[in-house]
């Protein structure tokens, strides 16, 4: 036999394409050529490759012209997974391990000199899409664990190249790996409990939890609004088994640990000096970025308007979409950007406006330049806008706690639980879906728009302030909001009062 076949997949973002690794034996002068668009990680493997057979103790075929393609051949390849596909199609072109025995596999791995086998990136993607494949998975032994999360696929993992040959002779069969209890962990949460007083802004936050809502805080240093947004997560119905893979691939791809906080709700917190690329993904070969990473869970944006405008910008299509789009001269990748926006700010630049413990020391015009920084379209995206005003000294030094985070999370999941039965969350509602959820009479249509010309809302907002109150509505079990609701939704959009503009 001198052609062998050998299945493997490439990463494209959170996607693994098909690749067959074709290799061809023929007379003629000795020479190996790799073609099907190989980057340069890749064409190294040629030397890896050869460097491992020989020091592993098999043949390597000097005296044959070897032709290697990785099909399909407009494919871009990258990185070197493709080590282990390629040493075994030179086995099995050259004879030494029979081709039959590669029928029903897939295979990826990077080969060291002597022969062990070295951990890639991207393996639970690769896995994923070998189990709906119907196939097995020859993988290193490090990514065993990432791999079989995938659930009901056979996972093989080895340490060397020897290992792998001896189980497709049949020699000594590589037992299937199955996932450790201790992989699947979470750390626990931080508890609502710890919050002192700020009923108003516990309100807001048990609100934009149970409709999926995005949140602004806004007040004096030192008033709660980080300790308010760490509690987010804890108040989140858990990830189930899907999400939690999309967010563990989401990591993968990254090649970051997928042990840590297994299920658990992401909680991102990028520093302010991040650039756009950082916070929605970017490079010459896009990468997640924060709000991928960030998927299925909450982006922590800590004093906001010391973002860069721009930066903040970029933020405005994902909001809406729930993907981010990353287009670039030879690469095109779409990553899901599914994630609830948690904002914290100061009213002014040192932070103490309208605050009665300290006088603020900053001028009318450093306050304006302060708050230009957000633009409307990106405010208009936010659904709550909280003040979170300076505690009185009893408050502090009280021993009162309020509700657990156990108990909040039982109203938000009994809220979630109705709009599910709409088809989606209050937040993802769509205009005509929304209209007829809210249902709102001619009284009440009157007494809305003339509040909306009064504060000068914009079309999205009114859509945002119906959701806001379906979400309150939901809260307290009724069909559809009350004016009531509708009161508390467009207090919630009184960002003026809140920055001290009014």
Avoid at 336 to 365: E, I, K, W, Y
């Amino acid at each position: 036999m001198t052609l062998a076949i050998v299945a493997t997949r490439a990463g494209v973002g959170l996607d693994a394409p098909a690749v067959h690794v074709e290799v061809h034996l023929a007379n003629g002068l000795p020479g190996l050529t790799l073609v099907g668009l190989p980057e340069t990680a890749v064409k190294e493997s040629r030397e890896r490759v050869r460097s491992a057979l020989v020091n592993a103790g098999f043949d390597f075929p000097n005296t044959r012209r070897i032709t290697l393609n990785l099909a399909p051949a407009d494919l871009p390849k990258e990185g070197g997974r493709f080590d282990l596909p390629i040493a075994l199609g030179i086995l099995a072109a050259s004879g030494q391990i029979p081709v039959e025995a590669l029928e029903g596999m897939e295979c990826a791995g990077e080969l060291a000199l002597d022969g062990k086998l070295r951990a890639v990136p991207g393996i639970l993607p690769f896995a994923l899409a070998t189990r709906r494949a119907g196939k097995a998975l020859i993988i290193p032994r490090e990514c065993a664990d990432e791999a079989a999360l995938a659930g009901d696929l056979p996972v093989l993992p080895a340490d060397t190249l020897w290992q792998v040959v001896a189980h497709l002779l049949g020699q000594e069969k590589i037992p299937s790996h199955r996932l450790p209890a201790s992989v699947k962990t979470t750390t626990p949460t931080a508890d609502l409990a710890d919050v002192r007083g700020q009923q108003q802004a516990r309100r807001a936050l048990e609100v934009a939890a149970a409709g999926g809502h995005n949140l602004l805080f806004a007040g004096p240093p030192g008033t709660g609004k980080t300790m308010l947004a760490s509690r987010l997560p804890g108040i989140l119905p858990p990830l189930s088994e899907e999400d939690a893979l999309a967010v563990a691939a989401v990591r993968s791809v990254c090649g970051l640990p997928l042990d840590a906080d297994w299920g658990k709700r992401p909680f991102r917190q990028p520093h302010h000096s991040a650039s756009a690329a950082a916070l929605v993904g970017g490079g010459s070969k896009p990468k997640p970025g924060e709000i991928s990473l960030a998927h299925h869970g909450v982006l922590f944006l800590d004093e906001l308007p010391e973002f860069s405008r721009n930066v903040l910008e970029v933020l405005r299509q994902p909001l809406e979409t729930g993907e981010i789009h990353l287009a670039r001269a030879s690469h095109e990748r779409r990553y899901p950007a599914q994630f609830q926006l948690v904002a914290a700010m100061n009213p002014c630049p040192c932070g103490h406006l309208g605050d009665p413990r300290q006088r603020c020391q900053c001028t009318a015009s450093q306050i304006q330049r302060y708050q230009a920084r957000l633009s409307g379209p990106l405010l208009d995206r936010i659904d709550l806008q909280v003040e979170v005003p300076a505690l009185p000294p009893e408050q502090l030094t009280a021993q009162t706690q309020g509700e657990s985070s156990e108990a909040v999370r039982e109203r938000v999941m009994a809220a979630r639980e109705r709009q599910m039965a709409r088809g989606a969350l209050n937040s993802q509602l769509g205009g005509k879906a929304l209209e007829a959820a809210c249902d709102l009479n001619d009284e009440e249509r009157t007494w809305l728009a003339s509040v909306l010309e009064k504060l000068k809302l914009s079309a999205r907002a009114y859509h945002r302030v119906l959701r806001v109150a379906l979400t309150l509505a939901d809260l307290q079990g009724e069909p559809k909001p009350s004016q009531a609701h509708l009161i508390e939704a467009i207090g919630y959009r009184q960002l003026d009062r809140i920055l001290g503009k009014g």
